[in-house]
Nanobody, 123 residues
Framework: QLQASGGGLVQAGGSLRLSCAASGRTFSSRIMGWFRQVPGKEREFVAAILGNGLGTNYADSVKGRFTISRDSAKNTVSLQMNGLKPEDTAVYYC??????????????????WGKGTQVTVSS
Protein backbone atom coordinates (compact mmCIF):
# COMPACT_ATOMS: atom_id res chain seq x y z
CA GLN A 1 0.00 0.00 0.00
CA LEU A 2 1.25 3.47 -0.90
CA GLN A 3 0.24 6.67 0.84
CA ALA A 4 1.20 10.08 -0.52
CA SER A 5 1.23 13.25 1.55
CA GLY A 6 2.62 16.77 1.52
CA GLY A 7 0.43 18.47 -1.02
CA GLY A 8 -0.99 21.91 -0.49
CA LEU A 9 -1.36 25.44 -1.77
CA VAL A 10 1.75 27.44 -2.61
CA GLN A 11 2.54 30.58 -4.56
CA ALA A 12 4.43 30.43 -7.82
CA GLY A 13 8.14 30.13 -7.19
CA GLY A 14 7.58 28.33 -3.92
CA SER A 15 8.45 24.81 -2.83
CA LEU A 16 6.70 21.71 -1.60
CA ARG A 17 7.95 18.29 -0.60
CA LEU A 18 5.79 15.26 -1.29
CA SER A 19 6.32 12.01 0.54
CA CYS A 20 5.12 8.51 -0.20
CA ALA A 21 5.14 5.84 2.48
CA ALA A 22 4.98 2.20 1.47
CA SER A 23 3.49 -0.35 3.80
CA GLY A 24 2.37 -3.92 3.64
CA ARG A 25 5.31 -5.17 1.62
CA THR A 26 8.84 -4.11 0.80
CA PHE A 27 9.19 -1.75 -2.11
CA SER A 28 12.95 -1.40 -1.81
CA SER A 29 13.60 -3.35 -5.01
CA ARG A 30 10.88 -1.69 -7.03
CA ILE A 31 10.95 1.34 -9.25
CA MET A 32 9.13 4.20 -7.56
CA GLY A 33 7.61 7.05 -9.46
CA TRP A 34 5.48 10.16 -9.27
CA PHE A 35 2.76 10.98 -11.73
CA ARG A 36 0.27 13.83 -11.88
CA GLN A 37 -3.13 14.42 -13.34
CA VAL A 38 -5.40 17.36 -13.97
CA PRO A 39 -9.11 17.03 -14.71
CA GLY A 40 -9.80 16.09 -18.29
CA LYS A 41 -6.23 15.07 -19.03
CA GLU A 42 -4.35 11.81 -18.90
CA ARG A 43 -2.11 10.98 -16.00
CA GLU A 44 1.41 12.05 -16.86
CA PHE A 45 4.85 11.02 -15.76
CA VAL A 46 6.79 13.33 -13.44
CA ALA A 47 9.79 11.45 -12.03
CA ALA A 48 11.01 7.97 -11.21
CA ILE A 49 13.85 6.35 -9.31
CA LEU A 50 15.42 2.91 -9.50
CA GLY A 51 15.18 0.46 -6.65
CA ASN A 52 18.82 1.03 -5.69
CA GLY A 53 18.37 4.79 -5.90
CA LEU A 54 21.23 5.15 -8.39
CA GLY A 55 19.14 6.07 -11.39
CA THR A 56 16.55 8.79 -11.80
CA ASN A 57 14.38 9.97 -14.63
CA TYR A 58 12.42 13.20 -14.98
CA ALA A 59 9.87 14.67 -17.30
CA ASP A 60 11.34 17.52 -19.31
CA SER A 61 8.84 19.91 -17.75
CA VAL A 62 10.27 19.40 -14.26
CA LYS A 63 13.98 18.84 -14.90
CA GLY A 64 16.11 21.13 -12.80
CA ARG A 65 13.22 21.97 -10.48
CA PHE A 66 12.11 18.64 -8.99
CA THR A 67 14.23 16.03 -7.24
CA ILE A 68 13.14 12.49 -6.46
CA SER A 69 14.80 10.51 -3.70
CA ARG A 70 14.15 7.42 -1.67
CA ASP A 71 14.95 5.98 1.72
CA SER A 72 14.84 2.23 1.36
CA ALA A 73 15.32 1.65 5.07
CA LYS A 74 12.16 3.65 5.77
CA ASN A 75 10.37 2.46 2.63
CA THR A 76 9.66 6.02 1.54
CA VAL A 77 10.11 8.06 -1.62
CA SER A 78 10.05 11.84 -1.77
CA LEU A 79 9.62 14.49 -4.40
CA GLN A 80 11.17 17.87 -3.64
CA MET A 81 9.50 20.46 -5.84
CA ASN A 82 11.16 23.87 -6.18
CA GLY A 83 10.37 26.75 -8.45
CA LEU A 84 6.75 25.70 -8.69
CA LYS A 85 4.67 27.05 -11.53
CA PRO A 86 0.88 27.30 -11.92
CA GLU A 87 1.08 24.60 -14.58
CA ASP A 88 2.36 22.20 -11.91
CA THR A 89 -1.09 22.28 -10.34
CA ALA A 90 -2.43 18.72 -10.31
CA VAL A 91 -3.18 15.72 -8.18
CA TYR A 92 0.10 13.92 -7.61
CA TYR A 93 0.27 10.14 -7.27
CA CYS A 94 3.08 7.88 -6.17
CA UNK A 95 3.40 4.51 -7.80
CA UNK A 96 5.58 1.39 -7.87
CA UNK A 97 6.53 -0.88 -10.71
CA UNK A 98 9.13 -3.24 -12.14
CA UNK A 99 9.77 -1.93 -15.65
CA UNK A 100 12.28 0.88 -16.09
CA UNK A 101 12.56 3.26 -19.02
CA UNK A 102 14.92 6.14 -19.67
CA UNK A 103 12.09 7.76 -21.57
CA UNK A 104 8.96 8.96 -19.83
CA UNK A 105 7.36 6.10 -17.95
CA UNK A 106 3.83 5.18 -18.81
CA UNK A 107 1.25 4.73 -16.06
CA UNK A 108 0.71 1.26 -17.51
CA UNK A 109 4.24 0.32 -16.38
CA UNK A 110 3.29 0.82 -12.73
CA UNK A 111 1.31 -1.79 -10.82
CA UNK A 112 0.76 -0.20 -7.43
CA TRP A 113 -0.75 3.21 -6.81
CA GLY A 114 -1.39 5.39 -3.85
CA LYS A 115 -4.18 7.88 -3.42
CA GLY A 116 -3.28 11.26 -4.77
CA THR A 117 -2.38 14.46 -3.03
CA GLN A 118 -3.44 17.83 -4.38
CA VAL A 119 -0.83 20.41 -5.30
CA THR A 120 -2.10 23.87 -6.17
CA VAL A 121 0.22 26.63 -7.33
CA SER A 122 -1.23 30.13 -7.43
CA SER A 123 0.07 32.80 -9.77
Amino acid sequence: QLQASGGGLVQAGGSLRLSCAASGRTFSSRIMGWFRQVPGKEREFVAAILGNGLGTNYADSVKGRFTISRDSAKNTVSLQMNGLKPEDTAVYYCAAGLTWSWAALSPDQMDSWGKGTQVTVSS
